[in-house]
């Protein structure tokens, strides 16, 4: 049981240090995407199931796949190739600490700590369950259709800025110029009065 938490641990940690050092943002999604699937895999190995499992469902399921077709349907034209590991990684790593040292001094610090844990709840899961799928059906429904609806407006804006045709960078440039050219070499050859 040790040796599981600690691998589910470390790939938690490995994938969201990726997220955020990494120059791609496919691949920083993609590591996000990781990194909640191990947060759940915890929540699952300490009993909790229906938080390992809406963890599955909203963070893996809606928001990491969300946020892999928001960055694959916007984006542009290939950047210029860039180093895979960020230059400000010390400024995170300063940052990350600091917050970590706080949350940790407040936790321990905490009246909460020193407690009993509380018993475990009962069939908790299965009310909820029932809950959504009876009285909480409609906006259940809603929140699917606005998630719906939010992909395919990402597509359709996707495929109207891939119709337009991107016009050339240098002859846009040189109209500006080339008529400044041209005024100013009419001005040197008209006689001044």
């Known amino acids: 049981m040790q040796i ?7 790939l938690t940690l490995a994938s969201a240090i990726a997220a955020v050092s990494l120059r791609n943002l496919v691949h920083c999604a993609l590591c996000l995407a990781l990194a909640f699937a191990g947060l759940a895999a915890l929540y699952l190995q300490l009993g909790a199931q229906f938080v390992g499992f809406a963890q599955i ?8 796949i969300l946020v892999v077709f928001a960055i694959l349907l916007t984006r542009g034209g290939e950047s210029a190739p860039q180093p895979v590991i960020s230059r400000s990684w010390v400024a995170g790593i300063a940052v990350a600490v600091l917050v970590f040292g706080v949350l940790t001094k407040a936790m321990l610090s905490s009246s ?22 009876t009285r909480y059906v409609l906006p259940l429904e809603a929140v699917g259709l606005l998630l719906t609806a939010a ?20 002859s846009v440039a040189s109209k500006p110029a080339n008529a400044r050219l041209r005024r100013d070499a009419e001005e040197f050859e008209t006689p001044t009065g």
């Open 4 to 10: 599981a938490f600690a691998i589910l641990v470390a």
């Open 57 to 64: 469902l909203v963070y893996v399921g809606a928001v990491a």
């Open 112 to 133: 909460l700590a020193h407690r009993e844990p509380p018993p475990k709840p009962g069939p908790a899961v299965r009310e909820i369950g029932n809950q959504l799928m």
């Open 151 to 170: 992909t395919i407006g990402a597509s359709i804006i996707a495929m109207q800025d891939a119709g337009r045709k991107q016009p050339d960078p240098q």
